[in-house]
Nanobody
Framework: QVQLVESGGGLVQAGGSLRLSCAAS????????MGWFRQAPGKDREFVSA????????LYADSVKGRFTISRDNAKNTVYLQMNSLKPEDTAVYSC????????????????WGQGTQVTVSS
């Protein structure tokens, strides 16, 4: 069992930056690939980014590539999402998730989920 708690969301103007954090507790953090997903009102959950257990491999959605950076600190059991050049279309609830087997883009690959943190980008 892994418990995930996100923080760092908020209201920011277009062009601004936020850094999301996801703190994990429970089973060994390094056993899991970690991902970030987002869901806007009335829309399906969308993959944002993911990082391998070692932190050496990262995946990004095309919509955030070049603007967002995922990282992890295995000593602190925390994964981060640095979001720069934010756009109004980035507005969503952002959730982190843990995948025990495979690094991927599909929500079904992730077994554990946090509650999410709201990110609102004003124009």
């Amino acid at each position: 069992q892994v418990q995930l708690v996100e923080s760092g969301g908020g209201l920011v103007q277009a062009g601004g930056s936020l850094r999301l954090s996801c703190a994990a507790s429970g089973r060994t953090f390094t056993s899991y690939h970690m991902g970030w997903f987002r869901q806007a009102p009335g829309k399906d959950r969308e993959f944002v980014s993911a990082i391998s257990q070692s932190g050496l491999t990262a995946l990004y959605a095309d919509s955030v590539k070049g603007r967002f950076t995922i990282s992890r600190d295995n000593a602190k059991n925390t994964v981060y999402l640095q979001m720069n050049s934010l756009k109004p279309e980035d507005t969503a609830v952002y959730s982190c998730a843990a995948a025990p087997l495979q690094l991927g883009r599909r929500p079904s690959q992730y077994d554990y989920w946090g509650q999410g943190t709201q990110v609102t980008v004003s124009s």
